[in-house]
Protein backbone atom coordinates (compact mmCIF):
# COMPACT_ATOMS: atom_id res chain seq x y z
CA UNK A 1 0.00 0.00 0.00
CA UNK A 2 1.47 3.45 -0.66
CA UNK A 3 0.99 6.34 1.45
CA UNK A 4 0.72 10.38 1.09
CA UNK A 5 2.29 10.66 4.12
CA UNK A 6 5.55 10.13 5.46
CA UNK A 7 7.75 8.84 8.02
CA UNK A 8 11.05 10.50 8.79
CA UNK A 9 13.32 8.19 10.71
CA UNK A 10 16.45 10.24 12.73
CA UNK A 11 19.31 7.98 13.99
CA UNK A 12 22.82 8.71 15.65
CA UNK A 13 25.16 6.73 13.57
CA UNK A 14 25.66 5.29 10.04
CA UNK A 15 26.23 2.08 11.08
CA UNK A 16 22.66 2.16 13.01
CA UNK A 17 20.95 3.76 9.71
CA UNK A 18 22.70 1.27 7.33
CA UNK A 19 19.88 -2.06 7.92
CA UNK A 20 17.25 0.55 7.94
CA UNK A 21 18.09 1.66 4.61
CA UNK A 22 18.45 -1.81 3.39
CA UNK A 23 14.71 -2.74 4.97
CA UNK A 24 13.47 0.30 3.64
CA UNK A 25 15.13 0.81 0.29
CA UNK A 26 16.16 4.31 0.76
CA UNK A 27 18.69 5.83 -1.64
CA UNK A 28 20.57 9.21 -0.72
CA UNK A 29 19.09 12.29 -1.90
CA UNK A 30 21.73 14.32 -3.75
CA UNK A 31 20.32 17.63 -2.95
CA UNK A 32 19.92 17.28 0.76
CA UNK A 33 22.91 18.83 2.38
CA UNK A 34 24.95 19.27 4.66
CA UNK A 35 23.32 15.50 6.23
CA UNK A 36 23.24 12.28 4.52
CA UNK A 37 19.43 12.09 4.02
CA UNK A 38 17.92 9.19 2.69
CA UNK A 39 14.70 8.83 1.09
CA UNK A 40 12.31 5.64 -0.49
CA UNK A 41 9.12 5.64 -2.27
CA UNK A 42 6.73 4.89 0.32
CA UNK A 43 7.34 8.14 1.65
CA UNK A 44 9.95 7.10 4.40
CA UNK A 45 13.05 9.45 4.62
CA UNK A 46 16.42 8.86 6.84
CA UNK A 47 18.95 11.40 8.49
CA UNK A 48 21.96 10.65 10.44
CA UNK A 49 22.46 13.10 12.76
CA UNK A 50 25.60 12.31 14.57
CA UNK A 51 25.83 11.56 18.28
CA UNK A 52 24.31 13.88 20.83
CA UNK A 53 21.58 15.34 21.32
CA UNK A 54 22.29 18.63 20.31
CA UNK A 55 23.49 16.99 17.05
CA UNK A 56 19.97 15.29 17.07
CA UNK A 57 18.13 18.23 17.76
CA UNK A 58 19.88 20.25 14.92
CA UNK A 59 19.30 17.12 12.08
CA UNK A 60 15.87 17.19 12.75
CA UNK A 61 15.52 20.59 12.51
CA UNK A 62 16.93 20.26 9.38
CA UNK A 63 15.14 17.84 7.99
CA UNK A 64 11.92 19.08 9.10
CA UNK A 65 12.81 22.31 7.28
CA UNK A 66 13.86 21.24 4.15
CA UNK A 67 10.65 18.75 3.92
CA UNK A 68 8.64 21.94 4.62
CA UNK A 69 9.83 23.39 1.33
CA UNK A 70 8.84 19.81 -0.24
CA UNK A 71 5.65 18.74 0.68
CA UNK A 72 3.67 20.63 3.32
CA UNK A 73 1.87 17.60 4.65
CA UNK A 74 2.65 16.61 8.33
CA UNK A 75 5.00 13.69 8.81
CA UNK A 76 5.44 10.94 11.88
CA UNK A 77 8.95 11.30 13.22
CA UNK A 78 10.62 8.07 14.98
CA UNK A 79 14.32 8.38 16.56
CA UNK A 80 16.15 5.00 16.30
CA UNK A 81 18.78 4.04 17.92
CA UNK A 82 21.14 1.88 20.78
CA UNK A 83 20.81 2.43 24.12
CA UNK A 84 22.16 0.73 27.42
CA UNK A 85 19.56 -0.65 30.00
CA UNK A 86 19.64 -2.18 33.67
CA UNK A 87 17.37 -4.70 33.23
CA UNK A 88 16.60 -5.99 29.77
CA UNK A 89 18.13 -8.23 27.75
CA UNK A 90 20.19 -7.52 24.70
CA UNK A 91 18.76 -6.92 21.51
CA UNK A 92 15.10 -6.08 23.29
CA UNK A 93 13.46 -3.19 21.94
CA UNK A 94 12.22 -0.54 24.13
CA UNK A 95 9.23 2.57 22.82
CA UNK A 96 9.70 5.80 25.13
CA UNK A 97 7.27 6.23 27.01
CA UNK A 98 8.55 9.45 29.06
CA UNK A 99 12.35 10.83 27.95
CA UNK A 100 13.91 12.36 30.72
CA UNK A 101 16.99 14.80 29.98
CA UNK A 102 19.91 14.46 32.36
CA UNK A 103 21.24 17.62 31.90
CA UNK A 104 18.23 19.77 32.14
CA UNK A 105 15.78 17.65 34.47
CA UNK A 106 13.01 18.17 31.56
CA UNK A 107 10.67 15.66 30.82
CA UNK A 108 8.80 14.89 27.22
CA UNK A 109 6.09 12.41 27.27
CA UNK A 110 5.61 10.88 23.80
CA UNK A 111 1.96 9.63 23.45
CA UNK A 112 1.30 6.26 23.39
CA UNK A 113 -0.55 5.43 20.30
CA UNK A 114 1.03 1.84 19.70
CA UNK A 115 -0.12 -1.03 21.83
CA UNK A 116 2.23 -4.38 22.18
CA UNK A 117 5.40 -2.73 22.79
CA UNK A 118 7.92 -3.00 25.39
CA UNK A 119 8.24 0.89 27.07
CA UNK A 120 10.04 2.71 29.58
CA UNK A 121 11.84 5.86 30.57
CA UNK A 122 14.66 6.75 28.45
CA UNK A 123 17.03 8.86 29.62
CA UNK A 124 19.14 11.59 27.50
CA UNK A 125 22.60 11.99 28.61
CA UNK A 126 25.37 13.55 27.86
CA UNK A 127 28.24 11.21 28.50
CA UNK A 128 27.88 7.27 28.44
CA UNK A 129 26.39 6.17 31.21
CA UNK A 130 27.98 2.76 32.46
CA UNK A 131 26.39 2.33 35.46
CA UNK A 132 23.12 2.46 34.67
CA UNK A 133 21.17 3.71 38.27
CA UNK A 134 17.53 3.85 37.16
CA UNK A 135 15.26 1.21 35.37
CA UNK A 136 15.52 2.93 32.03
CA UNK A 137 17.46 2.76 28.92
CA UNK A 138 20.41 5.02 28.52
CA UNK A 139 21.20 7.39 24.97
CA UNK A 140 22.48 10.55 23.57
CA UNK A 141 20.21 11.92 21.56
CA UNK A 142 16.34 11.52 22.06
CA UNK A 143 15.33 14.67 23.97
CA UNK A 144 17.19 16.94 21.16
CA UNK A 145 15.16 14.46 18.80
CA UNK A 146 12.22 15.27 20.73
CA UNK A 147 11.92 19.01 21.46
CA UNK A 148 12.80 19.40 17.73
CA UNK A 149 10.04 17.01 16.36
CA UNK A 150 7.77 19.62 18.08
CA UNK A 151 7.87 21.62 15.72
CA UNK A 152 6.36 20.11 12.95
CA UNK A 153 4.46 17.18 14.39
CA UNK A 154 2.10 17.22 17.82
CA UNK A 155 2.69 14.51 20.78
CA UNK A 156 1.27 11.69 18.63
CA UNK A 157 3.34 11.74 15.74
CA UNK A 158 7.06 11.56 17.31
CA UNK A 159 8.44 8.28 19.15
CA UNK A 160 11.54 6.92 20.33
CA UNK A 161 12.59 3.54 20.12
CA UNK A 162 15.84 2.14 21.47
CA UNK A 163 17.17 -1.02 21.15
CA UNK A 164 19.23 -2.27 24.33
CA UNK A 165 22.62 -2.77 22.98
CA UNK A 166 24.81 -2.91 26.76
CA UNK A 167 23.71 -3.74 30.37
CA UNK A 168 25.25 -4.24 33.62
CA UNK A 169 26.53 -8.06 32.16
CA UNK A 170 27.49 -6.86 28.93
CA UNK A 171 29.42 -3.72 28.52
CA UNK A 172 29.91 -1.13 25.91
CA UNK A 173 33.11 -2.31 25.11
CA UNK A 174 31.78 -5.17 23.24
CA UNK A 175 29.83 -3.29 20.44
CA UNK A 176 31.08 -3.28 17.17
CA UNK A 177 29.50 -2.55 13.45
CA UNK A 178 28.64 -5.93 13.04
CA UNK A 179 26.87 -6.11 16.66
CA UNK A 180 25.02 -2.92 15.86
CA UNK A 181 23.87 -4.13 12.84
CA UNK A 182 22.42 -7.46 14.16
CA UNK A 183 20.51 -5.20 16.90
CA UNK A 184 18.52 -3.04 14.48
CA UNK A 185 17.77 -5.94 12.12
CA UNK A 186 16.67 -8.23 15.07
CA UNK A 187 14.28 -5.87 15.86
CA UNK A 188 13.21 -4.36 12.14
CA UNK A 189 9.67 -5.97 12.29
CA UNK A 190 8.69 -4.13 15.50
CA UNK A 191 10.37 -0.85 13.15
CA UNK A 192 8.31 -1.53 10.92
CA UNK A 193 5.16 -1.74 12.47
CA UNK A 194 6.11 1.51 14.25
CA UNK A 195 6.60 3.20 10.89
CA UNK A 196 2.97 1.76 9.89
CA UNK A 197 1.66 3.29 12.92
CA UNK A 198 2.62 6.10 12.23
CA UNK A 199 2.14 6.37 9.26
CA UNK A 200 -1.18 5.51 9.45
CA UNK A 201 -2.13 8.31 11.81
CA UNK A 202 -0.13 10.72 9.99
CA UNK A 203 -2.77 9.89 7.31
CA UNK A 204 -5.35 10.43 9.07
CA UNK A 205 -4.06 13.16 9.83
CA UNK A 206 -3.38 15.15 7.03
CA UNK A 207 -6.51 13.84 5.51
CA UNK A 208 -8.60 15.62 7.87
CA UNK A 209 -6.09 19.16 7.78
CA UNK A 210 -4.31 19.38 4.58
CA UNK A 211 -5.57 22.05 2.74
CA UNK A 212 -8.01 21.89 -0.40
CA UNK A 213 -6.31 22.17 -3.33
CA UNK A 214 -9.29 24.50 -5.38
CA UNK A 215 -8.52 26.70 -2.17
CA UNK A 216 -5.59 27.96 -4.27
CA UNK A 217 -7.11 28.08 -6.93
CA UNK A 218 -9.89 30.08 -5.88
CA UNK A 219 -7.96 32.39 -3.81
CA UNK A 220 -5.43 33.07 -6.67
CA UNK A 221 -7.59 35.81 -8.76
CA UNK A 222 -8.78 37.61 -5.83
CA UNK A 223 -6.23 38.22 -3.80
CA UNK A 224 -7.39 37.73 -0.22
CA UNK A 225 -6.03 39.78 2.87
CA UNK A 226 -4.91 37.71 5.67
CA UNK A 227 -7.70 37.50 7.46
CA UNK A 228 -9.68 36.85 4.03
CA UNK A 229 -8.15 33.98 3.64
CA UNK A 230 -8.66 32.28 6.95
CA UNK A 231 -12.70 32.96 5.97
CA UNK A 232 -12.46 31.44 2.51
CA UNK A 233 -10.26 28.29 3.98
CA UNK A 234 -13.61 27.69 6.37
CA UNK A 235 -16.03 28.33 3.44
CA UNK A 236 -14.04 25.94 1.32
CA UNK A 237 -14.13 23.25 4.40
CA UNK A 238 -17.64 23.87 5.15
CA UNK A 239 -18.61 22.91 1.35
CA UNK A 240 -16.08 19.78 1.37
CA UNK A 241 -17.68 18.80 4.72
CA UNK A 242 -21.22 19.28 3.56
CA UNK A 243 -20.61 16.87 0.46
CA UNK A 244 -21.03 20.01 -1.89
CA UNK A 245 -17.03 20.09 -3.34
CA UNK A 246 -18.41 20.26 -6.86
CA UNK A 247 -20.27 23.31 -6.82
CA UNK A 248 -16.80 24.57 -6.07
CA UNK A 249 -16.18 24.02 -9.60
CA UNK A 250 -18.52 26.22 -10.62
CA UNK A 251 -16.33 29.48 -9.11
CA UNK A 252 -13.78 28.26 -10.44
CA UNK A 253 -15.24 29.24 -13.63
CA UNK A 254 -16.76 32.06 -13.44
CA UNK A 255 -14.47 35.82 -12.54
CA UNK A 256 -14.99 38.54 -9.41
CA UNK A 257 -13.81 41.43 -8.51
CA UNK A 258 -13.08 41.28 -5.07
CA UNK A 259 -12.18 38.43 -2.62
CA UNK A 260 -15.13 39.82 -0.48
CA UNK A 261 -17.01 39.72 -3.58
CA UNK A 262 -16.41 35.61 -4.04
CA UNK A 263 -17.03 34.77 -0.68
CA UNK A 264 -20.23 36.75 0.23
CA UNK A 265 -21.32 34.27 -3.29
CA UNK A 266 -19.78 31.10 -1.86
CA UNK A 267 -21.72 32.06 1.80
CA UNK A 268 -25.02 32.67 -0.63
CA UNK A 269 -25.15 29.58 -2.17
CA UNK A 270 -23.88 27.97 1.02
CA UNK A 271 -27.67 29.23 2.27
CA UNK A 272 -29.61 28.73 -0.40
CA UNK A 273 -29.27 25.12 -1.48
CA UNK A 274 -28.22 23.60 1.95
CA UNK A 275 -30.69 24.27 3.94
CA UNK A 276 -27.97 24.25 6.77
CA UNK B 1 -9.38 0.69 27.75
CA UNK B 2 -6.60 2.61 28.64
CA UNK B 3 -2.96 3.22 26.35
CA UNK B 4 -1.17 3.93 29.29
CA UNK B 5 -1.53 5.09 32.91
CA UNK B 6 0.07 8.38 34.32
CA UNK B 7 0.63 8.52 37.90
CA UNK B 8 1.44 11.82 39.95
CA UNK B 9 3.83 10.53 41.79
CA UNK B 10 1.79 13.01 44.99
CA UNK B 11 -0.76 9.85 44.70
CA UNK B 12 1.25 7.44 43.54
CA UNK B 13 1.32 5.33 46.62
CA UNK B 14 -1.97 6.21 47.85
CA UNK B 15 -4.65 2.83 48.65
CA UNK B 16 -6.97 4.21 45.86
CA UNK B 17 -4.19 4.42 42.85
CA UNK B 18 -2.64 1.19 43.89
CA UNK B 19 -6.00 -0.64 43.79
CA UNK B 20 -6.76 0.83 40.28
CA UNK B 21 -3.44 0.09 38.93
CA UNK B 22 -3.58 -3.15 40.08
CA UNK B 23 -6.54 -3.93 37.90
CA UNK B 24 -4.28 -2.69 34.39
CA UNK B 25 -0.56 -4.64 35.43
CA UNK B 26 -0.33 -4.66 31.31
CA UNK B 27 -0.45 -1.19 30.65
CA UNK B 28 2.48 1.14 30.57
CA UNK B 29 2.08 3.00 34.43
CA UNK B 30 4.01 6.17 33.88
CA UNK B 31 4.92 8.60 36.69
CA UNK B 32 4.86 12.18 36.24
CA UNK B 33 4.98 15.19 38.70
CA UNK B 34 1.71 17.18 37.63
CA UNK B 35 -1.12 16.39 35.38
CA UNK B 36 -0.75 19.20 33.60
CA UNK B 37 3.03 18.67 32.04
CA UNK B 38 0.56 15.55 30.28
CA UNK B 39 -2.88 17.25 29.77
CA UNK B 40 -2.31 20.64 29.19
CA UNK B 41 1.25 20.83 27.47
CA UNK B 42 1.10 22.37 23.52
CA UNK B 43 1.07 19.81 20.30
CA UNK B 44 -0.98 17.47 21.04
CA UNK B 45 -4.00 16.46 19.07
CA UNK B 46 -7.27 15.67 20.85
CA UNK B 47 -8.75 13.70 17.34
CA UNK B 48 -5.56 11.44 17.46
CA UNK B 49 -5.36 11.01 20.94
CA UNK B 50 -8.96 10.28 21.18
CA UNK B 51 -7.90 6.72 19.67
CA UNK B 52 -6.01 5.43 22.13
CA UNK B 53 -6.47 7.49 25.11
CA UNK B 54 -4.50 7.31 28.53
CA UNK B 55 -5.93 7.67 32.27
CA UNK B 56 -4.32 10.35 34.59
CA UNK B 57 -4.04 10.10 37.98
CA UNK B 58 -3.72 12.62 39.74
CA UNK B 59 -4.99 15.25 42.96
CA UNK B 60 -7.15 18.35 42.54
CA UNK B 61 -6.32 21.15 44.13
CA UNK B 62 -7.83 24.32 44.73
CA UNK B 63 -11.89 24.98 44.42
CA UNK B 64 -12.89 21.33 44.56
CA UNK B 65 -16.92 22.51 44.53
CA UNK B 66 -17.59 25.35 42.36
CA UNK B 67 -21.21 27.42 41.76
CA UNK B 68 -22.87 25.39 38.89
CA UNK B 69 -23.12 27.65 35.31
CA UNK B 70 -27.08 29.44 35.28
CA UNK B 71 -29.87 27.52 33.83
CA UNK B 72 -27.71 24.14 34.17
CA UNK B 73 -30.33 22.55 36.47
CA UNK B 74 -34.21 21.66 37.57
CA UNK B 75 -34.15 23.06 41.24
CA UNK B 76 -34.72 26.77 41.86
CA UNK B 77 -32.00 25.69 45.28
CA UNK B 78 -28.60 26.68 45.13
CA UNK B 79 -26.35 24.42 42.33
CA UNK B 80 -23.21 23.01 42.22
CA UNK B 81 -20.59 21.25 40.67
CA UNK B 82 -17.84 19.32 41.37
CA UNK B 83 -15.69 17.63 38.80
CA UNK B 84 -13.63 13.99 40.12
CA UNK B 85 -12.54 13.65 36.59
CA UNK B 86 -11.87 15.46 33.59
CA UNK B 87 -13.00 13.84 29.65
CA UNK B 88 -14.96 11.41 29.20
CA UNK B 89 -14.78 7.85 27.30
CA UNK B 90 -17.32 8.57 24.69
CA UNK B 91 -16.82 10.68 22.13
CA UNK B 92 -19.65 12.66 21.12
CA UNK B 93 -19.26 14.68 17.91
CA UNK B 94 -20.88 17.99 19.26
CA UNK B 95 -19.35 17.47 23.21
CA UNK B 96 -17.79 20.62 23.96
CA UNK B 97 -15.03 19.06 26.24
CA UNK B 98 -13.42 18.41 22.89
CA UNK B 99 -13.50 22.61 22.50
CA UNK B 100 -12.76 22.66 26.48
CA UNK B 101 -9.56 20.36 26.80
CA UNK B 102 -6.28 20.28 24.70
CA UNK B 103 -6.19 16.38 25.27
CA UNK B 104 -8.40 13.29 24.98
CA UNK B 105 -6.66 11.49 27.76
CA UNK B 106 -9.13 11.20 31.16
CA UNK B 107 -7.63 12.65 34.43
CA UNK B 108 -9.06 11.08 37.46
CA UNK B 109 -8.45 12.89 40.36
CA UNK B 110 -8.69 10.67 43.24
CA UNK B 111 -8.62 12.49 46.31
CA UNK B 112 -12.14 11.66 46.83
CA UNK B 113 -11.70 12.24 50.69
CA UNK B 114 -10.77 16.31 49.23
CA UNK B 115 -14.01 16.58 47.52
CA UNK B 116 -15.97 14.82 50.23
CA UNK B 117 -15.13 17.64 52.98
CA UNK B 118 -15.38 20.76 50.20
CA UNK B 119 -19.07 19.18 49.53
CA UNK B 120 -19.55 18.90 53.55
CA UNK B 121 -18.08 22.46 54.10
CA UNK B 122 -20.96 23.67 51.16
CA UNK B 123 -23.58 22.21 52.19
CA UNK B 124 -23.32 23.55 55.97
CA UNK B 125 -22.58 26.94 54.33
CA UNK B 126 -26.06 26.49 52.44
CA UNK B 127 -29.22 27.73 54.83
CA UNK B 128 -31.78 25.28 52.69
CA UNK B 129 -31.68 22.49 49.97
CA UNK B 130 -28.44 22.72 47.38
CA UNK B 131 -28.28 20.78 44.24
CA UNK B 132 -24.57 18.68 43.14
CA UNK B 133 -24.46 18.01 40.10
CA UNK B 134 -21.07 15.58 38.51
CA UNK B 135 -20.56 14.66 35.61
CA UNK B 136 -20.18 18.00 33.93
CA UNK B 137 -16.64 17.73 32.77
CA UNK B 138 -17.04 13.65 32.25
CA UNK B 139 -19.27 11.31 32.37
CA UNK B 140 -19.39 10.24 35.87
CA UNK B 141 -21.21 6.64 35.38
CA UNK B 142 -18.82 5.63 32.49
CA UNK B 143 -15.70 4.83 34.40
CA UNK B 144 -17.23 3.77 37.45
CA UNK B 145 -16.15 -0.05 37.79
CA UNK B 146 -12.51 1.63 37.77
CA UNK B 147 -13.34 4.85 39.46
CA UNK B 148 -15.58 3.82 42.55
CA UNK B 149 -17.29 7.14 42.09
CA UNK B 150 -20.77 5.80 43.38
CA UNK B 151 -19.12 3.76 46.22
CA UNK B 152 -17.51 6.96 47.62
CA UNK B 153 -20.28 9.60 46.65
CA UNK B 154 -23.77 7.72 46.74
CA UNK B 155 -22.67 7.25 50.83
CA UNK B 156 -21.63 10.46 51.12
CA UNK B 157 -24.77 12.41 50.04
CA UNK B 158 -26.30 9.84 52.42
CA UNK B 159 -25.49 11.60 55.54
CA UNK B 160 -26.65 15.08 53.90
CA UNK B 161 -30.51 14.45 52.79
CA UNK B 162 -31.02 18.33 52.74
CA UNK B 163 -28.62 18.21 49.45
CA UNK B 164 -28.96 16.35 46.20
CA UNK B 165 -26.99 14.57 44.12
CA UNK B 166 -27.26 14.65 40.19
CA UNK B 167 -24.87 12.29 38.11
CA UNK B 168 -25.21 13.25 34.51
CA UNK B 169 -24.40 10.10 32.23
CA UNK B 170 -25.17 7.92 29.24
CA UNK B 171 -23.60 5.15 30.64
CA UNK B 172 -24.78 1.84 30.86
CA UNK B 173 -22.28 0.92 33.76
CA UNK B 174 -25.06 0.83 36.95
CA UNK B 175 -24.10 -2.22 38.63
CA UNK B 176 -22.31 -0.54 41.78
CA UNK B 177 -26.00 1.21 42.04
CA UNK B 178 -27.47 -1.57 41.61
CA UNK B 179 -25.66 -3.46 44.32
CA UNK B 180 -26.17 -0.05 46.81
CA UNK B 181 -29.44 0.92 48.59
CA UNK B 182 -31.56 3.42 46.80
CA UNK B 183 -31.51 6.59 48.81
CA UNK B 184 -33.79 9.60 48.16
CA UNK B 185 -31.31 12.89 47.07
CA UNK B 186 -29.27 10.86 44.39
CA UNK B 187 -30.69 11.54 40.81
CA UNK B 188 -29.27 9.31 37.85
CA UNK B 189 -29.97 11.32 34.60
CA UNK B 190 -30.03 9.69 31.68
CA UNK B 191 -29.33 11.90 28.18
CA UNK B 192 -30.86 10.59 24.95
CA UNK B 193 -30.97 11.58 21.60
CA UNK B 194 -32.62 10.03 18.32
CA UNK B 195 -31.41 6.98 17.15
CA UNK B 196 -30.26 8.92 13.67
CA UNK B 197 -28.24 11.89 15.73
CA UNK B 198 -26.97 8.90 18.43
CA UNK B 199 -25.72 7.10 15.78
CA UNK B 200 -24.14 9.60 13.57
CA UNK B 201 -23.16 11.42 16.20
CA UNK B 202 -22.43 9.52 19.76
CA UNK B 203 -19.33 7.32 19.16
CA UNK B 204 -18.82 4.81 21.41
CA UNK B 205 -21.93 5.56 23.17
CA UNK B 206 -24.08 2.48 24.33
CA UNK B 207 -27.24 1.95 22.22
CA UNK B 208 -30.16 4.09 23.19
CA UNK B 209 -32.29 0.78 23.77
CA UNK B 210 -29.38 -0.52 26.36
CA UNK B 211 -29.59 2.85 28.25
CA UNK B 212 -33.23 2.96 28.28
CA UNK B 213 -32.52 -0.82 29.82
CA UNK B 214 -30.01 0.52 32.40
CA UNK B 215 -31.99 3.54 33.29
CA UNK B 216 -35.66 0.95 34.06
CA UNK B 217 -33.59 -1.19 36.35
CA UNK B 218 -32.25 1.57 38.53
CA UNK B 219 -35.77 2.97 38.71
CA UNK B 220 -37.32 -0.54 39.41
CA UNK B 221 -34.55 -0.93 42.29
CA UNK B 222 -35.80 2.43 43.62
CA UNK B 223 -33.06 5.00 42.21
CA UNK B 224 -34.79 8.37 41.16
CA UNK B 225 -34.01 8.88 37.41
CA UNK B 226 -34.10 11.42 35.17
CA UNK B 227 -34.24 12.10 31.63
CA UNK B 228 -32.20 14.75 29.84
CA UNK B 229 -33.23 15.06 26.30
CA UNK B 230 -29.93 17.11 24.95
CA UNK B 231 -28.89 18.18 22.72
CA UNK B 232 -31.35 18.99 20.33
CA UNK B 233 -30.40 19.34 16.81
CA UNK B 234 -33.11 19.93 14.48
CA UNK B 235 -33.30 19.44 10.43
CA UNK B 236 -30.12 17.97 9.52
CA UNK B 237 -27.63 15.82 7.31
CA UNK B 238 -28.90 12.97 9.41
CA UNK B 239 -32.33 12.71 7.43
CA UNK B 240 -32.63 12.88 3.74
CA UNK B 241 -31.61 15.40 1.81
CA UNK B 242 -34.44 18.62 1.84
CA UNK B 243 -35.34 17.13 5.38
CA UNK B 244 -37.31 19.63 7.57
CA UNK B 245 -37.23 20.25 11.57
CA UNK B 246 -40.56 18.32 11.41
CA UNK B 247 -37.92 15.38 10.50
CA UNK B 248 -36.19 15.84 13.97
CA UNK B 249 -39.97 15.77 15.55
CA UNK B 250 -40.48 12.36 13.84
CA UNK B 251 -37.61 10.95 15.21
CA UNK B 252 -38.27 12.34 18.76
CA UNK B 253 -41.57 10.64 18.84
CA UNK B 254 -40.20 7.52 18.44
CA UNK B 255 -37.61 8.31 21.08
CA UNK B 256 -40.18 9.45 23.53
CA UNK B 257 -42.35 6.26 22.84
CA UNK B 258 -39.47 4.00 23.43
CA UNK B 259 -38.26 5.70 26.47
CA UNK B 260 -41.40 5.86 27.92
CA UNK B 261 -42.40 2.02 27.18
CA UNK B 262 -39.79 1.12 29.62
CA UNK B 263 -39.34 3.90 31.92
CA UNK B 264 -42.29 4.93 34.01
CA UNK B 265 -43.08 8.23 33.87
CA UNK B 266 -45.11 9.03 36.96
CA UNK B 267 -41.99 8.39 39.47
CA UNK B 268 -39.66 10.68 37.00
CA UNK B 269 -37.70 13.18 38.92
CA UNK B 270 -37.20 15.60 35.89
CA UNK B 271 -37.44 15.77 32.06
CA UNK B 272 -35.37 18.56 30.39
CA UNK B 273 -34.18 19.63 27.16
CA UNK B 274 -31.73 21.84 25.35
CA UNK B 275 -30.77 23.03 22.43
CA UNK B 276 -27.39 22.03 21.08
CA UNK B 277 -25.18 25.64 22.22
CA UNK B 278 -21.50 26.03 23.05
CA UNK B 279 -19.29 28.92 24.07
CA UNK B 280 -18.06 30.49 20.95
CA UNK B 281 -14.51 29.93 22.52
CA UNK B 282 -14.69 25.96 22.53
CA UNK B 283 -16.81 26.10 19.04
CA UNK B 284 -13.87 27.64 17.51
CA UNK B 285 -11.26 24.95 18.68
CA UNK B 286 -14.03 22.36 17.71
CA UNK B 287 -14.11 23.91 14.33
CA UNK B 288 -10.14 23.68 14.43
CA UNK B 289 -10.02 20.16 15.33
CA UNK B 290 -12.67 18.85 12.55
CA UNK B 291 -13.05 21.05 9.82
CA UNK B 292 -14.40 17.92 7.48
CA UNK B 293 -17.51 17.47 10.24
CA UNK B 294 -20.55 18.04 8.23
CA UNK B 295 -22.48 19.49 11.73
CA UNK B 296 -20.02 22.26 12.30
CA UNK B 297 -19.92 23.41 8.39
CA UNK B 298 -23.79 24.80 9.19
CA UNK B 299 -25.00 28.09 9.73
CA UNK B 300 -24.61 29.40 13.41
CA UNK B 301 -25.40 32.21 15.54
CA UNK B 302 -23.72 33.73 18.69
CA UNK B 303 -26.17 34.18 21.51
CA UNK B 304 -25.09 35.53 24.88
CA UNK B 305 -21.58 34.07 24.23
CA UNK B 306 -22.81 30.86 23.28
CA UNK B 307 -23.03 28.88 19.60
CA UNK B 308 -26.26 27.72 18.40
CA UNK B 309 -26.89 26.20 15.23
CA UNK B 310 -29.60 28.33 12.93
CA UNK B 311 -33.15 27.08 13.04
CA UNK B 312 -35.92 28.65 11.10
CA UNK B 313 -38.65 29.42 13.62
CA UNK B 314 -36.55 27.78 16.39
CA UNK B 315 -39.38 28.40 19.22
CA UNK B 316 -42.07 27.42 17.59
CA UNK B 317 -40.07 24.24 16.88
CA UNK B 318 -39.07 23.51 20.27
CA UNK B 319 -42.68 23.93 21.48
CA UNK B 320 -43.91 21.29 19.24
CA UNK B 321 -41.26 19.34 20.83
CA UNK B 322 -42.50 19.94 24.21
CA UNK B 323 -46.08 19.51 23.14
CA UNK B 324 -44.83 15.77 21.85
CA UNK B 325 -43.39 15.65 25.61
CA UNK B 326 -46.29 16.30 27.38
CA UNK B 327 -48.04 13.64 25.61
CA UNK B 328 -46.19 11.48 28.04
CA UNK B 329 -45.01 13.41 30.90
CA UNK B 330 -46.63 16.23 33.13
CA UNK B 331 -45.86 19.65 32.88
CA UNK B 332 -44.33 20.10 36.57
CA UNK B 333 -41.48 17.41 35.44
CA UNK B 334 -40.27 20.01 32.92
CA UNK B 335 -37.82 22.50 32.71
CA UNK B 336 -36.19 23.82 29.41
CA UNK B 337 -32.52 24.05 29.31
CA UNK B 338 -31.03 28.30 29.33
S1 LIG C 1 -21.32 11.31 26.90
FE1 LIG C 1 -21.42 13.47 27.43
S2 LIG C 1 -19.41 13.99 28.23
FE2 LIG C 1 -19.22 12.06 27.12
S3 LIG C 1 -18.57 12.61 25.05
FE3 LIG C 1 -20.80 12.43 25.05
S4 LIG C 1 -21.54 14.53 25.45
FE4 LIG C 1 -19.36 14.46 26.04
Redesign the pocket.
Known sequence: MTHRSGVNLVVAHALEAKPLIGFFRLRRQLAAKPYPIYGGEEGICLIVSGLGRQAAAAATLHLGKWQAQQMGAVSGWLNIGIAGHQKLAIGEGILAHKIIERASSSCFYPSQMFSGFHTGDVISVDAPELNYPENAAYEMEASGFYASAMSFANAELAQVYKIISDNPSNSVEKIDARFVSDCMSGQIDQIQRLVSGLQELAEVYNDAYQLPEVLMQLGSNVKPTVTQQFQLKRLVQRYHALNRSDELNDFLNKSFNSARQLMAELELNLRQSGGQ | MFSAIYIEEEVANTARVESILQKFPDIPQIRCERYGEIFNRKAQNFRLQKRAPALILAKKYGKLVLPAPAGYGFDASASYYFSHMLN?????R????QGMYRSANYVLFTNYEDFGAAIDDVIEQSAGSSVFYS?YD??SL?LDPVSNFCRFFVPEFSRHPQATLEV???STQVRHLLEMQPIPNCVIAM?FTPEEAAARW?HK?PAIGKRIEALGKLQKAGWKVALRFEPIIFGSEIFEAGAEASDTLAAYRQLFIDVFEKIDPSTVHSVSTGLFRMPVSYYKNIVKLYPDEALFARQTETRQGLVLFSIDRESEQLEALEKLLFGFINRQQYYRCA
Open positions: CVYDCYCFLGCDARTKSEV
